[in-house]
């Protein structure tokens, strides 16, 4: 990778010349398609499918839509693939971080616009060859920081994003985490509500903590045209585990506050806007260490369901990954298993062409 400075006043404008390139990586003993330095390519549309009731389409970006069953259950807002590219900055997942080195503090946002040509940063999209997985990497190569985030799918817990920071040089680094999920749909608003009232929708929605720990967001009414009551009885939960000691937020203005670097006030109640779910902690990490974190999402979900979810928060927190990821696994099992009924599974010299019939008899 080549790199040309531009100066402009005192600011040093970094130009960085990628070549895209893709090709097949194993990462955990799992086959995904890499492609290097995606960042360079125009915005192109990715879906993700499960072998459950799960769906996901996304942005090359990071915006996205995802949900359960159909386009009413979803979690984050469903609408066109050019509205998900333009949307990438404020709905689905949004990290920041500010890193500490030498005694100086450095913002950075992976994967935003807002700091290109700041950083020598290299950006890979992986997907898995099942179809069930995609992983978006951002390498700060002036920071010596790593990070990524991956979407997968689980029966039992919902949409799951799983992050990770790896510091990659071997002195230690102390890094300030703001992570989560941005634009987040509450229960009980279908497609032509949102798409014909989206504003009035954002007036009637309602996110609080639960037990410090869950999110959970609603409508304060179910909207109506007539005059009487009409309680809404679902609801869309977030909660994140592997972030010691976090705080947590409700709404996205905790991201500007966050950049300019201006107090952040705790909440347990967000009214009348935009729906949010932000985890802020503070962790030292040494040199070649990683830290890894989860954020699982679920939508149209009861009261019992609830109860169930604070009963999971309740578990130490280093045995509820174990529980996320072996659902994550059952899936796999299953979708391939799916497609595998289909004779969809090949093996031949022709690696792209195996592929090919793979996804052709998915889809």
Known sequence: MNHRILFSGETAIKTQLKKVNGKYVNRNGET???????????PFFISLVSGDNHWLFCSSKGG?????????????????????HDNSEITGSKSVFTVEKSGKHYLWEPFSERQ??????????YKNTIGNKLIFESINHDLGIRFEYAWAFSNRFGIVKRAQVENLDEDKVNITILDGLQNIMPANV??????????????????????EKLG???????????AEPSESLLATTVWTVGL??????????VVQDFRKGAPLHHQEESLGGRCAFFSLATVLLKGQTTLEWYTIADVNQRHAQIKDT??????????????????????????ETIVGLADGH??????????????????
Do not use: W
């Not at 398609?33 to 125009?42: A, F, G, L, S, T």
């Not at 090949?346 to 889809?363: E, M």
């Open 32 to 42: 995904f398609y890499c492609i290097e330095n995606v960042d360079e390519m125009p």
């Open 64 to 84: 996205l839509t995802a949900g359960r069953q159909q386009a009413d259950f979803c979690l984050f807002p469903y609408t066109t693939e050019d509205k998900i």
């Open 116 to 125: 290109l040509g700041v950083y020598h940063t290299t950006e890979n999209l």
């Open 190 to 211: 279908d497609l032509g509500l949102q798409t014909s009232r989206s504003n009035l929708v954002d007036a009637y929605k309602k996110g609080e903590i639960a037990a």
């Open 216 to 226: 959970v967001f609603s409508l304060s009414a179910n909207i109506v045209d007539k």
């Open 244 to 253: 010691p000691e976090a705080k947590r937020f409700l709404n996205a203005r």
């Open 310 to 335: 604070l009963t999971h928060l309740e578990k130490p927190d280093e045995e509820l990954p174990k529980l996320v990821t072996a659902d994550i696994a059952e899936g796999t099992k299953k979708l």
């Open 346 to 363: 090949q093996l031949t010299s022709d690696t792209l062409a195996s592929y090919r019939h793979y996804n052709n008899t998915l889809f």
